[in-house]
């Protein structure tokens, strides 16, 4: 998982600022997944802001062809990252694409929207990698459409081991805008938690499923 940490500490910083990744360990959130968690993150407040969407924009564009070489397409993942993805594309004049969890139950059932063609190389975007399962059923469904995915890149990860494993199983390179250590440097730096609330931070960080089961 590649990063730029002045990149991330300005990213981290911004989405603090709006509120898009919210920190509260006395109350911790409950994610889809059942966990309990100390931090939420929904990285599509940042397209309300102009200038925080640029920035964003801006950042994917001068590292996608830096890190994954120029390619053909850009693929959204549904539905947190389409309105990024499309930035991205239209900045970098290139097609755009979005990618479902599952394919349609009616029409053309349809899991890739959008117009594409066998042998296009492929950056994917998401605004958030947790797991990295239901990122990685976006880069396998490209795959079988015979798209060649070069590699994905996201605004925010957690850097949970689970995820490491899971893209370096599926072979697919992965670039943050943020990541989860350096968004607690700068909620210190910055007091929007406390020693204290950073230690129960890096704790969920371990392992938050036992976190979770811990925290009842």
């Known amino acids: 998982m590649i990063f730029n940490k002045d990149t991330a500490g300005k990213t981290s910083e911004l989405l603090l600022q709006i509120n898009a990744i919210k920190l509260n360990p006395k109350n911790p959130f409950q994610w889809a997944s059942g966990w309990n968690s100390p931090i939420y993150c929904d990285n599509r407040v940042a397209l309300s802001f102009p200038q925080i969407r640029t920035y964003l924009r801006d950042e994917f564009v001068k590292n996608i062809e830096k890190k994954f070489g120029k390619p053909d397409i850009i693929a959204g993942v549904a539905t947190g990252a389409i309105g990024i993805g499309i930035l991205i594309a239209e900045r970098m004049g290139l097609p755009f694409v979005y990618v ?24 994917v975007i998401e605004d958030l990698v947790s797991t990295g399962n239901s990122s990685l059923l976006a880069v396998d469904a490209l795959r079988e459409a015979g798209i060649n995915v070069k590699g994905m890149a996201a605004i925010f990860e957690y850097g949970f081991d689970v995820a490491k494993s899971n893209f370096k199983e599926r072979n697919v390179d992965l670039y943050t805008l943020g990541n989860y250590e350096i968004l607690l440097d700068k909620a210190v730096e910055k007091n929007y938690i406390s020693d204290s609330e950073l230690k129960t931070l890096q704790e969920w960080r371990i392992n938050p499923s036992e976190w979770a089961v811990n925290a009842e």
Request: proline letters at 8%.
């Open 100 to 123: 479902r969890p599952e394919p349609k139950k009616h029409g053309r059932k349809n899991q890739i929207e959008g117009f594409y063609y066998k042998g296009q190389n492929a950056v």
